[in-house]
């Protein structure tokens, strides 16, 4: 028994000491991202940050892959089901958690599937119309989605996705009847907005930066507690015709469950280095978002309450299954 406990404890310390290795001479090959959006949304704009940053910190090429489809389920699964080895990674925003409520039958669980890394960032949507609809502010969009319910129709970027969330909550609080016209992804949802294919959309801001200029479209509201520093002159929902209205987005990193917990915490060491960088930084807060940063701990426990937010807001919508 004696020689038993000596050889277990050998073999721990020996398997602890290789993943240790593991974890220092980690990757030896291409790390991918999978996005499960088209190109052009914020959670493609986050991971090619990461990726960006990722590959000048590990010395090794980190890919960008969208998938989408499914208002984000298809390229998550697609992670779920990946090797556990750390070669394969997923950018995923607010929807992650809302989907378990939208999808009865979702073929993943968005906790016991997937090992957190951490929180990217955080940012508010932005309100916009196309310059055809007739409001300079929330105050107006209320008052004419009221005069005309189910007229005015919202771009998503997919079901289920934090841009539809975002609308949905503030169909809810405002008391108004406008139709969900899903895309997939921010990128065809911005390109049918500019094109008055829709009347409205709530972006990510993000997504929304590069086009708020334009004059394409017309930026009504922000959707978070405070005005942000890149759009110091555009009112919150709340302080512009729907009071109590708050919604901040999210952004973070995950890999399957069952990756070695060495190779997370490299991915949470680096990924806390870029993120607490002046040039991310700036980078992200041009376009309204703000860094985060944490520890998966900290990240799970955000997932979690989540979850049961959400569960909330779909129950009183009436989504689930639609």
């Known amino acids: 028994m004696h020689n038993y406990m000596i050889l277990l404890i050998y073999l721990s310390c020996a398997w602890a000491v290789a ?4 974890a220092q001479t980690f990757p030896v090959k291409p790390v991918r991202i999978i996005v499960p959006y088209a190109p052009g949304g914020g959670s493609d704009f986050v991971a090619r940050l990461c990726a960006q940053s990722l590959q000048q910190q590990l010395g090794q090429n980190v890919i960008v892959e969208n998938r989408s489809g499914a208002g984000g389920i298809i390229g998550t699964e697609a992670a779920a089901k990946a090797a556990p080895d750390g070669y394969t990674l997923l950018v995923v925003p607010i929807s992650h958690a809302a989907n378990i409520s939208l999808t009865p039958k979702l073929p993943f ?17 932005v309100v916009l119309a196309h310059p055809s609809v007739p409001v300079r502010g929330m105050a ?19 079901s289920g996705s934090s841009t539809h969330l975002a609308t949905e909550l503030f169909k809810m609080l405002a008391k108004v009847d406008v139709l969900h016209v899903p895309y997939k992804g921010g990128g065809p949802a911005l390109v049918d907005l500019i094109a008055g294919q829709v009347s409205m959309y709530f972006a990510s801001l993000p997504a929304a930066g590069p086009h708020l200029k334009s004059g394409r479209v017309r930026a009504l509201a922000v959707t978070g507690k405070h005005r942000v520093a890149a759009l110091a002159d555009l009112p919150t929902v709340h302080e512009s015709g729907v009071p109590g209205y708050e919604y901040i987005g999210w952004y973070g990193l ?33 376009d309204g978002a703000e860094p985060t940063g944490g520890t998966p701990e900290t990240f799970a426990a955000l997932i979690r309450s989540e979850i049961i937010k959400w569960a909330a807001v779909v129950k009183h919508s009436g989504l689930a299954g639609k």
């Open 254 to 286: 995950l890999a399957p469950a069952a990756t070695p917990a060495a190779i997370i915490a490299r991915f949470n060491a680096e990924a806390n280095k870029f993120i607490k960088t002046k040039e991310f930084s700036e980078r992200i807060a041009a």
């Open 109 to 125: 669980h968005p906790e016991k599937d997937f090992a957190p890394i951490v929180q990217i960032a955080s940012a508010a949507n």
């Open 140 to 158: 107006d969009l209320v008052k004419l989605a009221r005069a005309r319910p189910t007229e005015l129709t919202y771009a998503s970027s997919g």
């Open 19 to 22: 993943c240790g290795v593991r």
